[in-house]
């Protein structure tokens, strides 16, 4: 078990199973700037390690697998309305150029950025109790990268729903099982078990097989999920505005030729 501030990663090198958790129960497990620099360095470090063949993600505690981003981290921003800083960018496995497969354990919550995780995991395993939900357009912010990310895994009428309802609805893990974000739901507590045993099958085939078969998956959806996720910095940028400088925005462009009755 090899501790690491806000992460535990355990791996068993007979099985050639990692499990990597986050560790922040106090705080639903969300992700602040030192979590998130020590996720994509996790996901790097198992690129190099040929003794890990499979990776379990997973959350500490039975309230929450994660609720993205800590409302307490501060993220400097540039002041362009075409530009953002997101820490959340990196923390998945893809994003780090690491193509083995990778299982979610969700036990509990799973909301907002958390979906930065899930979406770029092979497939997912919950707990009964677990929920997922997106908190974005209650508080006034625009949800662009979660909804990128669940669009490629769910009916577009369910992603649509989740994302404008906000907190107003939670989907049950019975619903995102039929719905087909999660593809196996356990009695409590049972998420990492199940997980693990799947990584383990996962992990005694030949490796070169495992990896080719992870890249060929993605690659049937990456030119549209890329040009999707190209477009998220700038609609957050300009959708999480303060309204006067939206005002300031879109009014300087009325100005300039539109009309208005």
């Not at 791996?11 to 560790?23: E, R, S």
């Not at 002041?79 to 193509?99: E, M, V």
């Not at 907002?112 to 006034?140: I, K, N, R, S």
């Not at 099958?201 to 040009?227: C, D, F, M, N």
Request: aromatic share 8%; with cysteine; proline share 6%.
């Amino acid at each position: 078990m090899t501790p690491a501030g806000a992460l535990r990663t355990s791996a068993d090198k007979d099985t050639g199973v990692a499990v990597l958790t986050l560790d922040r129960p106090e705080r639903h497990n969300a992700v602040d700037l030192a979590m998130a620099a020590e996720l994509a360095a996790a996901w790097r470090k198992f690129r190099y390690d040929d003794s890990v063949r499979a990776i379990v993600v997973t959350g500490a505690g039975d309230k929450a697998f994660c609720t993205g981003i800590d409302r307490a981290a501060h993220v400097p921003q540039p002041h362009s309305p075409y530009s953002i800083d997101d820490p959340l960018r990196t923390i998945g496995p893809k994003a780090n150029d690491l193509w083995k497969p990778v299982i979610a354990a969700v036990n509990g919550m799973a909301c907002g950025g958390a979906f930065y995780l899930l979406g770029e995991a092979e497939f997912l395993v919950a707990d009964e109790h677990a929920t997922f939900f997106d908190p974005h357009t209650t508080y006034g912010m625009v949800s662009a990268f979660e909804t990128v990310h669940m669009a490629q895994r769910m009916p577009f009428g369910e992603v649509a729903r989740m994302a404008l309802m906000g907190t107003a609805e939670r989907i049950s893990a019975r619903r995102a099982y039929e719905t087909g974000l999660v593809s196996e739901v356990t009695p409590p507590g049972g998420a990492v078990a199940a997980a693990v045993r799947a990584a383990e099958t996962i992990a005694s085939y030949p490796a070169e097989a495992v990896q080719g078969t992870v890249r060929a998956l993605w690659s049937a959806k990456e030119a549209a999920r890329a040009q999707a996720l190209a477009h998220a910095p700038h609609l957050i940028a300009l959708g999480n505005l303060p309204p006067e400088r939206q005002a300031e925005l879109f009014g300087a462009r009325r100005g300039r030729g539109f009309r208005t009755r």
